[in-house]
């Protein structure tokens, strides 16, 4: 709705789409409570909503200036109405919901201040549910809320859908916010919760909206899809029951959405096309081999293993160089996983990672030295961002005091 | 180019609003037509089928005008056009001619003394 409005209103009134979405809002909190939810209550609010952006165009016509191409139909009385509610209906609001999303991925935002305005205006999120969703804290998610709303206002229209060959080169922009985005509702470093599904699910509902558009729906879009699919599919799992994370190896794997998993292998299916292989696909057949396994015994690591190869070869990073050792030590026993993870290169940036030194507690844990171990998990929980790690790894130290305890002969 | 007026006569009350709308986003698509071709002057705006008539030296005010609807004017525009008959050309897809209404074409006037 915003996106739509902002498109009418134009991109330097989105101060005044906001109010007109919040006046909505609030009027639906004083009606409702009072005459009961409507049947069809997103029809309610887009109703109410255009209400108000009439009223707003006919006080302020002449004081507010509109994207060029609706000037005439906004500001005669004789074209208001049904121009308003044709820039409202159900084709213009995708696209500009499309339109919008483009707008954000600015190259000259950094991708924090991407993420942070595409969830402020696009899912509706607070200053401090941005916060909250992301790295930082609250000033930081202010300023960069605040970038991203300047950088916008200062292109004098929201981008144009007219141009394929600027879609096609904003678009790896956009894919990658949304795959950060996702990544940081899969397993983020908030300080409140290390699993937000409702970051996963904005995401994969983006990057839908991406996918119905002709240059959108590239074999990598499809593959990010896939890989959004295949990872939420195991999100019931990855909290159990008393919202403590639970890893791959102790899921409860029955409790995985066997939708999500079949969507995924089509959208996997899909993306299988042309000659162009990202990093989303290498990672969508990562989730693919671990979301298809019926146990974590069966996963094929060695395939994994290959994949991680492949993944590095495109774009090595310490984190995925990491992943690739933990699935080398499935394959080839601990010691060689070991091996693998004081060769990585750059290891230093993973120093603020927890899971670094949980990886190599994990894998010194198989090989029975119970105490490294332990010294592993306890730097590890020294750095933990959130209650849910905190507590994963404090078990992994228990389990490593039992562990000593039972094999002392 | 010159600018005309086109007068609209016989505006309709629908019984529907979903009749409303429809007729509403005929003149949308008209405006697009003008606007797209750079001809639309004045935007105008449509007027309230019954007001008040002033007439004579004495001034009396009186209710009105109390015409049969095809009479009283539903509004205006300004557009621009080559000459009369290209404006009068123009005006044939105004909307309101499919319901039983006129557009009356009028040059606007220079006043010289």
């Known amino acids: 709705m915003l996106a739509a409005l902002t498109r009418v209103l134009g991109v330097q009134n989105l101060a005044l789409a906001e109010d007109v979405v919040q006046e909505a809002f609030c009027r639906a909190m004083e009606v409702w409570p009072y005459r009961g939810v409507p049947e069809n209550p997103q029809a309610w609010l887009m109703s109410t909503a255009k209400n108000y952006a009439l009223d707003i165009l006919r006080r302020e016509r002449t004081a507010h200036k509109f994207a060029p191409e609706l000037e005439h139909y906004l500001r005669s009385e004789w074209t208001l109405a049904p121009a308003v509610e044709e820039l409202l209906g159900p084709d213009a609001i995708r696209d500009d919901l499309l339109r919008m999303m483009l707008s954000c991925c600015q190259p000259e935002l950094s991708g924090e201040s991407q993420i942070a305005i595409m969830l402020h205006i696009l899912c509706g999120f607070g200053v401090d549910e941005v916060a909250a969703a992301l790295v930082g804290g609250y000033a930081a998610a202010e300023k ?168 590095m070869s495109l774009q090595p990073s310490p984190i995925i160089a990491l992943n690739r050792a933990i699935a080398i030590a499935q394959v080839e026993g601990p010691a060689r996983g070991l091996a693998e ?36 998990f306890e730097k590890a929980e020294s750095i933990a961002r959130n209650p849910s790690e905190r507590n994963f790894l404090q078990g992994r130290m228990r389990a490593c005091i039992d562990s000593a305890k039972t094999s002392r002969p | 180019m010159s600018e005309f007026a086109f007068l609209f006569r016989g505006r309709q009350t629908f019984t529907s609003p979903a009749q409303t709308q429809q007729h509403m986003q005929l003149w949308l698509k008209w405006f697009k037509e003008l606007g797209a071709q ?76």
């Not at chain 1, 119905?212 to 990010?224: D, I, K, R």
């Not at chain 1, 990585?344 to 490294?372: K, M, S, W």
């Open chain 1, 144 to 311: 960069r809320i605040t970038r991203g709303k300047k950088a916008l206002a200062a292109s004098n229209e929201l981008f144009s859908l007219t141009s394929p060959a600027e879609f096609t080169a904003r678009l790896p922009s956009v894919q990658r916010a949304l795959y950060l985005l996702f990544s940081e509702g899969y397993h983020g470093a908030s300080k409140q919760s290390v699993v937000r599904s409702e970051l996963c699910r904005e995401a994969m509902r983006l990057t839908a909206v991406v996918l119905q558009h002709p240059v959108g729906a590239t074999p990598a879009s499809h593959a990010l899809a896939a890989l959004m699919c295949l990872n939420a599919a195991r999100l019931p799992a990855r909290l159990d029951a008393t919202g403590e994370l639970r890893n791959l190896f102790d899921q409860d794997r029955s409790l995985w959405d066997q939708n999500l998993v079949a969507e995924g292998l089509q959208l996997l299916a899909a993306s299988a096309v042309g000659s162009e292989l990202s990093e989303y696909h290498i990672e969508a057949a990562i989730a693919a081999f671990h979301s298809t396994a019926g146990v974590a015994g069966e996963t094929d690591w060695a395939g994994i293993a290959s994949l991680y190869d492949a993944l």
């Open chain 1, 341 to 376: 993870v004081s060769a990585i290169a750059d290891r230093e940036r993973l120093a603020t990672y927890p899971f670094y030194y949980a990886a190599i507690g994990e894998l010194e844990f198989r090989r029975g030295h119970y105490t490294a171990a332990r010294g592993h």
């Open chain 2, 38 to 113: 750079g001809l639309l002057k004045d935007p105008g705006h449509p007027l309230d089928n019954t007001g008040k008539v002033v007439t004579g030296t004495q001034k009396i005010v009186t209710d009105g005008p109390y015409a049969e609807a095809k009479d009283v004017i539903a509004g205006y525009i300004v557009v621009e056009a080559r000459d009369l008959s290209h404006a009068a050309e123009l005006s044939r897809g105004c909307p309101i001619l499919e319901v039983g209404g006129s557009v009356e074409v009028r040059p606007l006037q220079m006043l010289n003394p």
